[in-house]
C-alpha cells in the first residue's frame, strides 16, 4: 500500500512538472508571438493578446495605462515611418500557478524607416502578468523600464 501511495505521488508530481513545463512554453511562444505581431504591425492580434481590465506602464508613458492605449507606442513609431526591424529576447523566470502567470525578460529591438535605415534601438526589461480566462492566455499586467548602463 505504501509502494503504491508512493508512485501516486511521484507520477503525480511527474506529471505537474510537464504541466508547468507546457504553461511556461505556451507563455513563452506568447510572447514571442507579441513581438512578430508588433513587427507585422497587426494590431488586431496584438491587442487580442491584452485583457479587458488590463493595467500596466510601459516605458514609454509616465503614467500607468489601460488596454485601449495599449498599441499607442506602437503607432507613435509607425506614424513617423518606422517600424519594428528585428529583436532577439532572453527569457530570464516564468512562473505560472494556477491560472497566472509571471513572465521576466529583456528584449534588443530595431527599428527602421522605409528604406531600412536604423531609426533607433530600444533595450528593455519587460514583465509581463497573463491569466487564463475561458482557456486562453492574456496579459493583465505588466510593466517595462529600459535596461540599467551594463545591459542588464
Request: glycine share 8%.
Amino acid at each position: 500500500m505504501l509502494k503504491t501511495i508512493a508512485l501516486f505521488v511521484a507520477v503525480s508530481a511527474a506529471a505537474f512538472a510537464e504541466g508547468s513545463d507546457n504553461e511556461q512554453a505556451q507563455i513563452w511562444n506568447l510572447e514571442k508571438a507579441y513581438w512578430e505581431y508588433v513587427k507585422a504591425n497587426d494590431l488586431e492580434k496584438y491587442r487580442a493578446l491584452w485583457h479587458e481590465n488590463f493595467l500596466g506602464w510601459p516605458f514609454v508613458s509616465p503614467t500607468p495605462v489601460r488596454k485601449d492605449h495599449i498599441t499607442n507606442w506602437i503607432t507613435s513609431n509607425t506614424s513617423k515611418g518606422i517600424t519594428l526591424q528585428s529583436y532577439s529576447m532572453e527569457q530570464l523566470a516564468i512562473q505560472v500557478t494556477g491560472d497566472i502567470a509571471m513572465d521576466y525578460y529583456r528584449i534588443r529591438a530595431t527599428w527602421a524607416n522605409g528604406a531600412g535605415a536604423e531609426g533607433k534601438t530600444d533595450r528593455l526589461r519587460i514583465t509581463h502578468t497573463w491569466i487564463r480566462t475561458h482557456g486562453t492566455w492574456q496579459i493583465i499586467g505588466g510593466m517595462s523600464s529600459p535596461v540599467n548602463a551594463t545591459g542588464q
